[in-house]
């Protein structure tokens, strides 16, 4: 560990930019990412587990699946398989990570449930994500974690899913995802930031989403999209005066 507590080699998320991206929707988000060439960062199909959290930052640690063979995975106890990455990596995962699974988009058996999620939540990881299922679904809407899968399923991961490495880079919901990547999670769903870019879209996105909330207002009163949204220079200098009047951290300036 270095003097910040992290793994070597390891960089933690600037806290700013973490909190600005954690004030961006992932639709936001995605627009910006669209500005820089990534056409699709979103995990489609890859949905919230439960209401008991808004949404979550993290730094992508990654887990690959590949199919089992009975011939590696015993079919007397799945629990003692002698396949224990899967637990590795709950107890590997360090504070602000997110854990990732390429489940190849699977739902046939589970990427985790709520005893080794619920460890997960206590070592500081900041949320879990898979294109496949997970198990123990109603306890895991209660946890107050941020879980997000394609599906719940009762069936044990041995029985269809081998963990083949951690930290390499995967697919998952058909968007590459690389250890130390930057996930965003809301209520609709995942984005994946490219942690190359995380520092240049977390403040205009951050910008844009108060923006958009002022132009929200005015279509809910009533006003036509025409010159409103896009905004046309006018709308923004309307904005800046609207911000200059508060006292709250909204950009006064930007736009």
């Not at 590949?66 to 007397?76: A, G, N, Q, W």
């Not at 997110?98 to 699977?106: H, K, L």
């Not at 009047?245 to 909204?250: P, Q, T, V, W, Y």
Request: glycine share 10%.
């Amino acid at each position: 560990m270095d003097a910040a507590g992290a793994a070597p080699g390891r960089r933690p998320l600037d806290p700013k930019v973490r909190q600005f991206l954690a004030e961006a929707s992932t639709a936001t988000l995605a627009t910006h990412l669209y500005k820089h060439g990534i056409r699709q960062p979103f995990l489609v199909g890859v949905r919230p587990i439960g209401p008991a959290f808004d949404g979550f930052v993290g730094e992508a640690f990654t887990m690959r699946f590949i199919p089992s063979r009975e011939d590696v995975e015993p079919l007397d106890d799945p629990y003692r398989t002698g396949n224990v990455l899967q637990w590795e990596a709950v107890e590997s995962v360090e504070e602000g990570q997110v854990i990732v699974v390429d489940s190849r988009g699977d739902i046939s058996a589970a990427s985790g449930g709520d005893m080794l999620l619920t460890r997960a939540s206590k070592r500081g990881a900041t949320g879990f994500v898979t294109d496949g299922a997970v198990r123990d679904g109603h306890a895991l809407a209660e946890l107050g974690f941020p879980v997000y899968s394609q599906g719940i399923t009762s069936t044990t991961r041995p029985a269809a899913f081998h963990v083949a490495d951690l930290q390499s880079p995967i697919g998952c919901a058909g968007v590459a995802v690389y250890p130390g990547d930057v996930l965003v999670g809301d209520r609709d769903g995942v984005v994946v930031v490219p942690r190359a870019l995380a520092d240049d879209i977390a403040e205009p996105a951050r910008d844009q989403e108060f923006l958009e909330s002022y132009l929200h207002s005015r279509v809910q009163n009533g006003e036509s999209l025409w010159g409103l949204y896009p905004p046309e220079q006018a709308t923004l200098d309307d904005y800046a005066s609207w911000c200059a009047s508060r006292s709250d951290d909204r950009p006064h300036n930007n736009h």
